[in-house]
């Protein structure tokens, strides 16, 4: 799977949910719990509770408060992905060899020359998809 692949999958999960905002409240017994907005058409009234366990811990509660956060974290770090992606785009070279079109390397006697793609910075984010 390569990175675009695996943001595109983060992408359609974030798109598919209910949207937001969600957010960890304050439930039973001092426990926690997300709620989120009810999407059109839903009978019931007020916020849908997605996470409340009956038995509570301080792990419950962090918990909730990582579930509420985790579209708008999620959103964020696609959008630097995409961004760190597009700054660090391929360039093709007359002689046909590939660049990065932003990093160059340091010779030994200190001259700048681009760097061949991919470099280092492409080599890490394309490490998200290596998830496996």
Not at 22 to 27: K, Y
Not at 29 to 56: C, H, M, N
Not at 89 to 94: E, Y
Not at 98 to 105: M, N, S
Request: aromatic share 6%.
């Amino acid at each position: 799977m390569t990175t675009t692949d695996r943001l595109t999958e983060i992408e359609a999960r974030l798109a598919a949910a209910t949207p937001g905002p969600w957010e960890a409240r304050d439930g039973l017994y001092d426990g926690k719990y997300v709620v989120g907005p009810r999407e059109a058409g839903d009978i019931a009234k007020g916020p849908i509770q997605l996470f409340s366990p009956t038995f509570w811990t301080k792990r419950s509660a962090r918990n909730a408060e990582l579930i509420a956060a985790a579209p708008a974290d999620l959103a964020a770090l696609v959008a630097v992905v995409r961004e760190v992606e597009e700054i660090h785009r391929r360039v093709r070279l007359s002689d046909g060899r590939w660049i990065c079109a932003i990093c160059p390397t340091v010779t030994p006697s200190g001259a700048l020359v681009p760097t061949l793609y991919p470099c280092p910075t492409v080599v890490a984010v394309q490490k998200l998809g290596d998830v496996g």
